[in-house]
């Protein structure tokens, strides 16, 4: 599926043929080792890397494409289009990076934003704590300060791209004050040998299961007093829900993805499959039911592109964002579950396709945010 003309671009469509090719030559064959281990190999963020293909919308200057979340979006959806689970570029490019790009010094961003442009380093944010959830205000996660440190201690779950990252932009509590308003983000350069950072458990997922999603433990971890992202403490929270919506985009992009291609997979085996001596496709039930997918298929389509064009003219709001996110993922979970009963048993065999949509696209709504905080939001707009 190409990009929508109200957004597209003849470069962009270079863009997607590069990325296509690196999905299908370069990490596809690597799929089944990546899912055995649980985590991709890191080798491939650097080749994306060389390729031009990480951080296309960070400025030049930086190390980045000069380009904007179209090209974020072009890159996201032909890795759902190759069906590729494992490389963590939505978290790594549109997230980690941009937090960077809108609040971090100019002498930080000219040290860590080249870094994860090259691939030389992987990027990760932690938020989600084991008794917080969407609840970000919950947050235990402590930053004392410590002459020109801060010693971080605690816990976080859930960690897209935990297992590989080199860079974390931590969510802690630095003051006593209530609520958000003692939540500040702190930029922590790790590895394995970090004093005070241990990467936990991979957590086995029912999909997705190619990317790392990891439990991260600090204990007096620390990290320089300048790295507190805008240079001063409690203004975390205000930056998370500046960021949200893009990130929100981001997963409603990936369901828009993944629901297209349910319903490409689906058509092409209709029309192969032969039942009662004709093409499942020739079936009324299979057509009314295909013909409801592609309609769902035209509205989602047409209200991602429409918040897209509004991201990139600097208008997408808070409510449009959470409006995406939990409809169009919601509408993926009915796609996906309807045409796998279009394949019949095959639908729920690992071998096709549609059983790892099946699986994959019900994550999405629940990350970013939970679906039902999504209607909160959006209530409170009314």
């Known amino acids: 599926m190409k990009a929508a003309s109200r957004w597209g671009s003849e470069e962009l469509e270079q863009v997607r043929a ?18 055995a281990q649980g985590y991709p190999d890191k080798a491939l963020y650097r080749r994306a890397g060389e390729l031009g293909l990480l951080c296309m919308s960070i400025p030049e200057a930086y190390g980045g494409g000069g380009g904007t979340f179209a090209h974020e979006a072009v890159l996201i ?67 004392v300060r410590d002459g020109d440190f801060y010693r971080v ?53 029912l999909g997705g299961k190619g990317q790392d999603t990891t439990e991260l433990f600090f204990d007096d971890l620390k990290v320089p007093a300048s790295n507190v992202l805008g240079g001063e403490e409690g203004r975390g929270f205000v930056q998370l829900m500046q960021q949200l919506p893009q990130e929100r985009l981001s997963t409603a992009l ?36 295909l013909a409801e997918v592609a309609t769902l298929r035209r509205v989602c389509r047409t209200f991602i592109d429409d918040c897209i064009v509004s991201h990139l003219e600097g208008g997408l709001d808070v409510t449009t964002a959470a409006m995406a996110k939990y409809w169009v993922t919601d509408q993926a979970c009915i796609v996906a579950d309807r045409c796998l009963q279009l394949f019949g048993g095959y639908g729920y065999m690992k071998e096709y396709p549609i059983a790892h949509l099946f699986a994959d696209t019900r994550v999405l709504r629940i990350l970013a945010g939970a679906n039902e905080v999504m209607k909160e939001l959006v209530a409170r707009s009314l």
């Open 18 to 35: 590069l990325a296509a090719s690196y999905f299908t030559k370069e990490v596809l064959p690597n799929v089944p080792k990546h899912v």
């Open 77 to 143: 959806e032909e890795q759902i289009r190759a069906g590729d689970p494992s490389m963590g570029f939505a978290v790594h490019c549109t997230i980690v990076a941009h937090y960077l790009l809108a609040y971090a010094s100019e002498a930080q961003k000219e040290k860590w934003l080249p870094r994860l442009a090259s691939g030389e380093w992987v990027g990760a944010i932690a938020m989600t704590e084991p008794g917080t959830g969407s609840d970000l205000q919950a947050i235990s996660t402590r930053a």
């Open 153 to 205: 201690s605690g816990s976080k779950t859930f960690i897209s791209n935990g297992h590989v990252c080199d860079f974390i932009i931590i969510a802690a509590r630095t003051s006593d004050a209530k609520g958000h308003a003692g939540i500040s983000l702190l930029c922590a350069e790790v590895s394995d040998t970090t004093p005070g950072f241990e990467r936990g458990r991979i957590l086995e997922k």
């Open 254 to 289: 990936i369901a828009m993805a993944s629901l297209e291609r349910a319903m490409d997979v689906t058509v092409e085996y209709t029309k192969q499959r032969q039942v009662f001596g004709k093409p499942l496709f020739a079936l009324q039930n299979t057509r009314f039911e």
